[in-house]
């Protein structure tokens, strides 16, 4: 017990967190780049098609002048896709953010290199054509893509290529946004699947430097801008937050649902999965045939809600238009991603919130529903508050912001099972748990759970001890067999062990020929053993090592401390299905003067935990094997 103070720390992190840190400034530096180029692509695209012309300057497809021709540009833009998907890689098919889960916990974060090129090069393609896609998604997917290959150049664990891929996810997530803490954010609550320094770290590290070059190479300015106000938001228009919130959710749950519903269409179709983008992009066509701004990004119309525009015409071409043609181009199978629609999404509700809603700031109401909407549908609050704020660096709205998306947040994980992130996967075979928490065996020592009275021989022990505990077992029947103890130290004069047996090895030294043999010689001497300030997770991991269940605990001294079983093991364990399990009324409350207010002790329902069996208990328990006078020594 002496090296408590020594031996268990509060974080698993060593110097290989320097490393991957390390690493993670060329992640950074490659995820924005990718960021970067991705865009330009993009951009170029755009021209291509719409405007028939070499260039990479930003427009907007929804501002064509093509007329019906254009219904067929996103046809042909999924039929291009759906040809790199058949021929180049079919991972660059849906919005990057599935498959790079898949590849972290499926894969061992292992990403083809053909992803780097295809991913980015059909996202272009898919958005350039007219779809009304975010590049969030995919640019996250590539720089994951890039981390892993980063990763796989090195001799590195499974955990550790998960951090550098997902430094490179939030690096693309960072530079495309400029919002390093969202997606730090991101990685922690969607990708990482843990809250650890080693992770953690070096994820922050990539993000930084993504958004640093970032301002070099697109500028600094925010994505969104939005004017800030001065007046503290109302008391109703706080209020006003939680059913924004709910409205929000609804349209979450609907946008998920609407995705599996097309995704389930396109599967029943009796053709290839390669020509379903092309029939998805004509859908997109018509759409953006009723309402254009549909078409694309959808960046110029996000901006003039959060300028204050509130035209019922902007509310049904958003609400309806971009959310019919997203999903239905999202469930063909097409390259895009789900960000930025979201966001538009929840602005057109925000702006038909406004209408109704306690006035508060111009825009105010479609960033709330904007996060609210992202939030709920996948999954993950905290991130689209901050990506809100960092979108618009207005944080005036912190507290709305935060009422409506965690509303929309329960709601969500209340109503349905799978997000519209984890869904895809849950169809693969796949079960993913979105909670984290610490594993009770983390918290409980091994010191907390052996058993301290345990049946010892001493050192001079032969043979012919062995069969007599043999018979005074076969004389008890089977009571005496299903005793807990099967290891069976031997101590030398000072309390430490030499060797230990099996009860097997017990049997049959008792059965053997030369009963004055020592006992000693049947044993093993250099047994794997644990110490007392072991957490049960550490002994766990040992079990499953080594394949044993049983482990001689020594302490510091070199003296045997006592046995853990894997039953002592799951003990624990049982502790925290308890503490979630068992509810009882610790404090009563009475009413004054009906009667004594005084609460007596045995009032008090106090929760039952179980406790390590104690040294008086489990010398009872042992009587059944008993072959020597005494406790733990001979």
């Known amino acids: 017990m002496a090296r408590n103070g020594t031996k268990l720390r509060d974080y698993s992190a060593d110097s290989r967190m320097l490393l991957m840190s390390g690493l993670a400034v060329f992640v950074g530096a490659a995820g924005a780049g990718l960021s970067w180029a991705l865009l330009k692509l993009i951009y170029l695209c755009t021209n291509l098609f719409y405007l028939h012309r070499m260039s990479a300057q930003m427009v907007d497809p929804g501002a064509n002048t093509l007329g019906w021709k254009a219904i067929f540009l996103p046809v042909l833009g999924g039929l291009l896709v759906g040809l790199i998907a058949r021929f180049g890689s079919d991972r660059i098919r849906g919005h990057g953010m599935p498959e790079a889960i898949e590849a972290i916990l499926m894969r061992g974060a292992k990403i083809s290199p053909k992803i780097t090129l295809f991913k980015p090069t059909a996202t272009a393609i ?91 190479l697109l500028g600094g300015n925010p994505i969104f801008p939005m004017a800030t ?120 509700v925000g702006v038909a919130l406004a209408h109704f809603f306690p006035a508060i700031q111009p825009g105010g109401w479609p960033l709330i529903c904007m996060a609210a909407v992202l939030g709920g549908s996948i999954g993950v609050p905290l991130t689209a508050v901050v990506l809100a704020v960092e979108l618009t660096h207005n944080s005036t709205l912190l507290l709305p912001l935060l009422l409506a998306t965690v509303t929309a947040y329960g709601i969500t994980v209340l109503v349905q099972k799978r997000s519209i992130l984890t869904e895809r996967l849950s169809r693969r075979g796949y079960h993913l748990s979105r909670e984290y928490g610490v594993d009770p065996l983390e918290t409980v020592m091994v010191a907390q759970a052996m058993h301290t009275s345990v049946f010892a021989l001493p050192e001079t022990a032969t043979r012919r001890d062995a069969a007599v505990w043999l018979k005074k077992m076969e004389d008890r029947g089977a009571e005496a067999w299903s005793h807990w103890q099967r290891l069976f130290p031997i101590l030398d004069a000072d309390g430490k062990m030499v060797a230990i047996l099996t009860r097997s090895q017990m049997m049959a030294s008792a059965r053997a020929t030369d009963l004055s043999k020592p006992l000693a010689d049947d044993g093993n001497r250099m047994p794997v053993t644990v110490a007392p300030d072991d957490t049960l997770r550490q002994v766990a991991t040992l079990m499953a090592d080594n394949k044993l269940t049983h482990y001689p605990v020594i302490d510091g001294n070199g003296k045997l401390a006592g046995i853990l079983t894997i039953e002592d093991l799951l003990a624990g364990r049982s502790r925290e299905a308890l503490r979630e399990s068992d509810r009882n009324r610790v404090l009563r409350l009475r009413w004054p003067f009906a009667g004594s207010t005084h609460v007596h002790s045995s009032e008090v329902d106090i929760p039952v935990v179980p406790v390590p069996m104690v040294p008086e208990e489990a010398a009872q328990a042992s009587e059944g094997v008993a072959l020597l006078d005494g406790d733990m020594k001979p």
């Open 126 to 216: 898919a958005i350039g054509s007219g779809g009304p896609f975010g590049a969030e998604g995919p640019i996250i997917m590539t720089g994951g893509a890039a981390g892993s290959l980063i990763a796989q150049l090195f001799k590195m664990s499974d955990a550790e290529r998960t951090v550098l891929l997902v430094a490179g996810a939030a690096a693309g997530m960072s530079a495309t946004f400029l919002a390093p803490l969202s997606a730090i954010l991101l990685a922690v609550e969607l990708l990482l699947f843990e809250w650890r320094p080693r992770s953690l770290v070096p994820v922050a590290v990539a993000s930084v430097v993504a958004a640093a070059l970032r301002r070099v």
């Open 229 to 348: 106000s001065t007046m503290p938001v109302s008391h109703s228009a706080m209020l006003a937050a939680v059913p924004a919130g709910i409205a929000a959710a609804i349209m979450a749950l609907l946008l998920t649902r609407g995705v599996h519903f097309f995704e389930e269409m396109f599967e029943k179709l009796p053709i290839h999965w390669m020509w379903w983008p092309a029939i998805g992009g004509l859908g997109i066509g018509l759409g953006g045939l009723i309402y254009p701004s549909a078409l694309g990004v959808g960046y110029p119309v996000i901006q003039r809600m959060l300028n204050g525009e509130m035209g019922w015409g902007l509310v049904a071409g958003v609400i309806v238009i971009k959310s019919l043609i997203w999903m239905e181009s999202l469930g063909s199978g097409t390259s895009g991603g789900i960000l930025a629609p979201q966001l538009m999404i929840g602005g057109g």
